[in-house]
């Protein structure tokens, strides 16, 4: 199954102003074009969390148990 980067970049718009500062600086440096098949399914299962969990585990405050999930957070924040 092929990931639609596409859709991911309109469903990594979000209600959180927070959330759309990170995620807009990690499409704009093409940060999915430098993720794997693998993770982009993490980063397709990443966009369904919770927004204020979600603007927990870019800040920090979390870890994800998810270590897939997790590298990939720190992709989006790094980048």
């Not at 500062?21 to 990443?46: H, M, P, R, S």
Request: net charge negative; hydrophobic share 40%; aromatic share 10%.
């Amino acid at each position: 199954m092929v990931i639609n980067k596409e859709k991911l970049k309109w469903r990594s718009r979000r209600s959180m102003l927070e959330l759309d500062i990170f995620f807009d600086k990690f499409i704009q440096n093409n940060g999915l074009e430098l993720l794997t098949d693998v993770e982009l399914y993490a980063y397709q299962n990443i966009l369904t969390l919770d927004d204020g969990y979600l603007l927990s585990l870019l800040q920090g405050k979390y870890c994800n148990n998810d270590e897939i999930e997790q590298m990939v957070i720190d992709k989006i924040v790094n980048v």
